[in-house]
């Protein structure tokens, strides 16, 4: 039995790169579908809990800051989600990208309010290449 010379690629014949599969444009329900932007850690040079010195005291600030590669780069914070509470909650630093990026290396500072994102023994901001661990005394973390 022989296979039609047009019966497309099989098992032994992968497709092409170059060719098309399936639709060119994705389709959503109610039309075409925008590109996605694209998400990833990137790395901080600095992470601080801050905290007002008044009387009662506010919950902590955590507040990052680095060097993004893009200059319309979003940096935010991103709290990490537990079933119970950890010793350091994880709070991840990521970069969100357009469709299109402006190459330059630019300076951020970003900030989070830790109310309710506290570990028994502080907070762990989680970048691209280390993470950083901040002791919060439980005074400071008392709301």
Known sequence: MSQAPDAGPGPEQPVSPQEPVGREEPVGLEGPVEAAEVARLIDFERADAV????????????VVSGQKPWANMEVTLNPRRYVQQPEYWGIEVIGTMPEIGQPAIVPYVVELDLTGLLGTKGVEVIGASHTERIDIPAAQAQD
């Open 51 to 62: 905290s007002l010195m008044i009387y009662p005291p506010p919950p902590p600030m955590l």
